[in-house]
């Protein structure tokens, strides 16, 4: 059941990176909610984000959501201390906090330009997340943590990039420009593979020709590595025979 979870896992971040543009190490957005849910099951977020992702990514709060748990108070004290550990990123609010479900709404925006998942439990918060094309979110189910499928807004863009009626991002481009660089579809992709010539004369037979040009056409730069080569050689052979 794990391997099968993390596998749907691996297929829906893939997705995420070819149609949205998502890189390693993924940033993850994690709010109160989702922290008191881990303290209540007592799974370290980190860890089995980890095992769950098998990918690079990085846990990030924000100083509006350890305000919102501040201000909770001791019931909350707990998964104050789980959010506390995690990278504050700097939202906008500095001056003048909002609630953690508006910082985050606000980090999200119409783009999800920064390419954040979400980590949280919050009903209102994924249901605004889901109506942005290209937002992950993460949640838990009871103690197992789960990367949701793509919303329909998500699938939607997805279809109507492939059917040619909304533009692609600049990411997707990118991402598109990749995949044909990979697939050797664009002239001067830098990925060439060497063509092997299974008939072709052997390459030790080769060498031993250039070396007998060399010694017939004297004075030549060209064939001065050769000479060397052969001096190396001779030195060596005499090394084996005094050995
Ligand atoms: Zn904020």
Known sequence: MKIKRRKQAKHILSAYRNFFGFREPYQILVD???????VQYNV??????GKYLQSDFQCLTTRCVLNELEMLGESVYAAKMVAQRFQTYSCSHRKKPVSAQSCLKLLIGNENSKKFVIATQDFELTKFANQIPGVPVLYFHQNNLILDKMSEASLKRVNDISQGKAEPTPAMQNSIQTLKMEANLISG????????????????????????????????????????????????????TTS
């Open 44 to 49: 370290p977020i980190k860890d089995n984000l």
């Open 189 to 240: 992709s830098p990925i060439k593979k060497k063509r092997k010539r299974p008939g072709g004369p052997n390459s030790l037979s080769c060498k031993k020709s250039k070396k007998l040009k060399g010694a017939h056409q004297q004075g030549s730069a060209i064939h001065e590595p050769g000479d060397r080569r052969r001096k190396k050689r001779s030195r060596r052979s005499k090394q084996s």
């Open 32 to 38: 109160g909610t989702f922290c008191k849910m881990s």
